[in-house]
């Protein structure tokens, strides 16, 4: 079964400093993986996905996430953190399993940016 | 239009009463999800319907029913729904296999 793990419940960054928002994952075949942001009582907002090639992807709002296979994992970065980048952030995998196709998620990172 | 409107944005019901909660998207998209979410919690998955093919989470409850009349359009209908079943109830859709699914505002509901 797919699954997905984020280590942190909660990560707090300088504003200006680099941030990285960690997910590690369990799936069985190719993994297409994906980062959402949500943002106080609203819905999720896709950022960035990995289906194959390049290991960097880069997505919306300047993150971009690494992925490694030998790791198992795929981390968020951004180079220089903005108060507004404070939310909710979910990593999740598509999964192929008795409903069909669905997404499981993480259980999530707060972020939060200090000024 | 990458857009999937969810309406109503809030909703207080009793737990007699019956309403429905409406998604809408005209991305062509074949995939809609209604995701049920409660506060700082990952959204969990309540059903899928897939070219209009219905699958079922065997662990809702039977007081949420989905209805697909077709593929831009998704309803869920509640019916003596319980304080729990109080959270975020989501709405998303999906090309089929590796694209990112795009989420609606949500409907904030309130079971009183």
Same mark, same amino acid.
């Given at each position: ?115 | ?49 897939? %070219?209009?093919?219905? +699958?079922?989470? $065997?662990? /809702?409850?039977?007081? @949420? ?23 975020? %109830?989501?709405?998303? +859709?999906?090309? $089929?296999? /590796?694209?990112?699914? @795009? ?10």
């Amino acid at each position: 079964a797919q699954s997905v793990a984020q280590p942190e419940d909660q990560v707090n960054v300088a504003e200006g400093n680099p941030l990285t928002v960690k997910c590690t994952y369990s799936v069985s075949g190719n993994p297409y993986l994906f980062w959402y942001v949500q943002y106080p009582n609203r819905g999720l907002q896709f950022l960035l996905k990995y289906i194959t090639g390049d290991n960097l992807v880069k997505g919306s709002y300047g993150f971009e996430a690494e992925f490694n296979k030998s790791q198992t994992s795929f981390h968020l970065k951004k180079p220089s953190a903005l108060v507004s980048d404070s939310a909710l952030y979910f990593c999740a995998v598509r999964a192929f399993d008795n409903y069909g196709q669905n997404f499981v998620f993480g259980p999530g990172t707060r972020l939060s940016v200090l000024p | 239009d990458t857009e999937v409107t969810q309406t109503p944005k809030h909703l207080v019901m009793g737990m007699t009463n019956k309403k429905s909660l409406k998604c809408e998207q005209h991305m062509g998209h074949r995939a809609m999800y209604w995701y049920k979410q409660k506060a700082k919690k990952p959204p969990e998955l309540m059903f899928v319907y897939s %070219y209009e093919k219905l +699958s079922i989470n $065997e662990s /809702v409850p039977s007081r @949420f029913s989905p209805e697909c009349p077709n593929s831009s359009l998704l309803n869920l209908h509640l019916h003596a729904l319980q304080p729990e079943d109080s959270a975020l %109830y989501l709405c998303a +859709s999906s090309q $089929e296999l /590796v694209s990112e699914a @795009f989420f609606g505002q949500g409907t904030r509901l309130t079971v009183v």
